[in-house]
């Protein structure tokens, strides 16, 4: 069982930054794809980056590519998202996810997630 711990979330105004951290309690397989998911009141919880066991092969959602950077550490078993430009409809619980794919159903192991809040 892979426990998530995630961190870095908090309260920012439009257009700041937050860098959040995900710290895994073992090394991930070579075959999992490490990524984060939000959720926001009301809503699905959706797909919002991923990356390789190198961090070389990123992939992104449309509506945070060119704002959020994921980056892995596989020596410290963490990865995280720097989020710029942040906007009003970031505001989410941001989920650290492990598992093959970037849906929901493809993840194997979830952080307890951590808030995000930017006001406008």
């Known amino acids: 069982q892979v426990q998530l711990v995630e961190s870095g979330g908090g309260l920012v105004q439009t257009g700041g930054s937050l860098r959040l951290s995900c710290v895994a309690s073992?090394?991930?397989?070579?075959?999992?794809?490490m990524g984060w998911f939000r959720q926001a009141p009301g809503k699905e919880r959706e797909f919002v980056a991923s990356?390789?066991?190198?961090?070389?092969?990123?992939v992104y959602a449309d509506s945070v590519k060119g704002r959020f950077t994921i980056s892995r550490d596989r020596a410290k078993n963490t990865v995280y998202l720097q989020m710029n430009s942040l906007k009003p409809e970031d505001t989410a619980v941001y989920f650290c996810a492990v598992g093959l794919g970037y849906t929901a159903a493809e993840i194997h192991f979830w952080g307890q997630g951590t808030q995000v809040t930017v006001s406008s």
């Open positions: 990356t390789s066991i190198s961090g070389a092969d990123t």
């Open positions: 073992e090394r991930t397989v070579s075959v999992y794809l």
